[in-house]
């Protein structure tokens, strides 16, 4: 079983609970839906960053098709439908990591634990991504919830959901486009945590140069929070190599769905933190330290 690490022994797996604070528009249904989520306000810790400390300023160094080597590298697939399987096995400890990180925001427990991981993570080199103040449509704002629920350990449907594709690529498309290179945070595995903890076909394939795709969309976050901390494979007592953080660096002009139009607020907890790129998005590594668990990466536009 998995277990928190540094944590007390009973708990096992991590969460994506907590409410987010809902946009003062009016609209009582967002409000709910939002609240509904329970995507904390204040979590927070490890899973979709990498060591920023250790980084140098040059490595952030963006890559495009145009700019790739000639001779192109395979890309690799991860995941592959496996989402499902993943947070079934990780849907408790993702929970119990949840319920931590928030102890952690609102009162500073467990700040040992997680403020070292938070400065390794984020470092020095964020850029913040422009506040997109423009409110989404009902439809808009339930199909994003519908996909960030699916990440969540108290909505999780282990049957899946049908996501509306066709309205999800069109918020992105809609999009405003960044104007700054920045970096956003995610995590992947390399082991199938449902499975004893075998590792991937591809794991011993993810090298500096290495091209990777996720071919469902992306839930990154743009600070280390709560959605990170319970994918955060260093918090996973016995099983810290199961997987990586991934900072990933962000060119100019970069697509993607800033949740805090959901909520209205310009806010880095909860459900506002997240930044969702589109799918079958592509990442080049540049950097990896097994030390941290962390892989710096370029997205490819």
Known sequence: MLKVENINTRYYLPSFTGAVNPADSGKKEKSDKVNGT???????AAAIAIAGIRILKGRGNVM????LPYSKPEIINIFNGKKNLMMEAEKDIRSDISKLFQAFRENGENAQIFEPRIKTVEGEFNTKIAFDKRELEDENFDAVISLIESYSPSHFNPKGVNFDVKRLDSIINDAKPLEKQTSVYFCIRTQKTWDEFKSFDFADKLKKDAIFKDEDYVLTSRVYDDFLAQADPVNYKDHKDCGYLV??????KTKGIDCRRCSGKDSDKGLNALFILPKNSKFQISQIDDDT?????NYII
């Not at 900072?247 to 100019?252: A, D, M, S």
């Not at 668990?293 to 990466?297: E, L």
């Open 293 to 297: 668990r962390i892989i710096d990466a």
């Open 38 to 44: 329970k995507l904390a306000a204040g979590v927070a």
């Open 64 to 67: 495009s098709s145009s700019t």
């Open 247 to 252: 900072r990933l660096w962000l060119p100019e």
